[in-house]
T-cell receptor
Framework: KQEVTQIPAALSVPEGENLVLNCSFTDSAIYNLQWFRQDPGKGLTSLLLIQSSQREQTSGRLNASLDKSSGRSTLYIAASQPGDSATYLCAVSNTGNQFYFGTGTSLTVIP | KAGVTQTPRYLIKTRGQQVTLSCSPISGHRSVSWYQQTPGQGLQFLFEYFSETQRNKGNFPGRFSGRQFSNSRSEMNVSTLELGDSALYLC?????????????FGPGTRLTVT
């Protein structure tokens, strides 16, 4: 069974700092990897989708990389802002549309 | 284009009752997945429907069931509610049948069982 781990569980940084969130998965036979953001009590907002054949994706200040062979992905956030404070979740799909989620990294950006 | 919508947003039920939650996917999306989110277990996959057929099912008891209609709208039902069923229930829709499509989530239904 696919297992997804996210490190660290919580992170607190001052505004303006660059940061990296980590995601690892046990089964490299994935269709894709998706990073989400979740604000307290809300649904999930898709940030980036990386297909299994891709190595990275970028959107604005966000950059996500994927190394299937080692079962790892990183989400890089440049010049962090207080509005980036949220829980960040990564998810991988093996087959169909069944996604396996990590437990998330809770990010706090201090003004 | 409207996003994924879920109704109701909040529900309070008593142990032993049953509940039905509804999800309307993004227009044109034929895949709908359901997830349960709790503080202790995180996000866990319940089931996925594509073109009215259940294709995948997570490790949940038979009290949890679902269906999808011809217009792709989906419902999930939980019978004989237990306190442990209190959770945020999220649905997601996807355009593609395979796992290579992007998942779009709704705002969720917060179920509280007393």
């Amino acid at each position: 069974k696919q297992e997804v781990t996210q490190i660290p569980a919580a992170l607190s940084v001052p505004e303006g700092e660059n940061l990296v969130l980590n995601c690892s998965f046990t089964d490299s036979a994935i269709y894709n990897l998706q990073w989400f953001r979740q604000d307290p009590g809300k649904g999930l907002t898709s940030l980036l989708l990386i297909q299994s054949s891709q190595r990275e994706q970028t959107s604005g200040r966000l950059n996500a990389s994927l190394d299937k062979s080692s079962g790892r992905s990183t989400l890089y956030i440049a010049a962090s802002q207080p509005g980036d404070s949220a829980t960040y979740l990564c998810a991988v799909s093996n087959t169909g549309n069944q996604f396996y989620f990590g437990t998330g990294t809770s990010l706090t950006v201090i003004p | 284009k409207a996003g994924v919508t879920q109704t109701p947003r909040y529900l309070i039920k008593t142990r032993g009752q049953q509940v039905t939650l509804s999800c309307s996917p993004i227009s044109g999306h034929r895949s709908v997945s359901w997830y349960q989110q709790t503080p202790g277990q995180g996000l866990q996959f319940l089931f996925e429907y594509f073109s009215e057929t259940q294709r995948n099912k997570g490790n949940f008891p038979g009290r949890f069931s679902g269906r999808q209609f011809s217009n792709s709208r989906s419902e999930m039902n939980v019978s004989t509610l237990e306190l442990g069923d209190s959770a945020l229930y999220l649905c997601a829709s996807s355009l593609l049948a395979t796992g290579s499509g992007e998942q779009y989530f709704g705002p969720g239904t917060r179920l509280t069982v007393t």
